[in-house]
């Protein structure tokens, strides 16, 4: 698969597990860091990990990939899932807005 395909794959089980206002933002040509990153708010807490969660299992379940890491598990106000070429960050609304990270990567696939 490629990196656009993985990352409209996980905007689909996002947007299928009611994820609020998913982007995915073309970052390629500014960083080494990935290709894409897909971001995407959870409407509390619970539902930011639950978002998370489902990414990976279906990820698994469908393709075999898991992610190379994961951070903010213990917070559930922003939970980082690395697949390498494209990064997904799960935000609370407090937390996207503060972050601002579509702003600062804004241009939008």
Do not use: Q
């Amino acid at each position: 698969m490629t990196s656009i395909e993985i990352a409209d794959k996980i905007k689909e089980i996002l947007d299928n597990k009611k994820a609020v206002d998913i982007n995915i933002l073309k970052v390629k040509e500014k960083t080494v860091l990935a290709d894409y990153f897909v971001v995407a708010t959870g409407t509390s807490s619970v539902h930011v990990k639950s978002l998370a969660e489902e990414v990976e299992v279906k990820m698994e379940e469908l393709f075999g990939i898991s992610p190379k890491g994961c951070e903010g598990r213990i917070s559930n106000s922003w939970v980082l899932l690395d697949y390498d070429d494209v990064i997904v960050h799960v935000f609370s609304a407090e937390s996207r807005d503060f972050y601002k990270l579509d702003n600062l990567w804004s241009e939008k696939k």
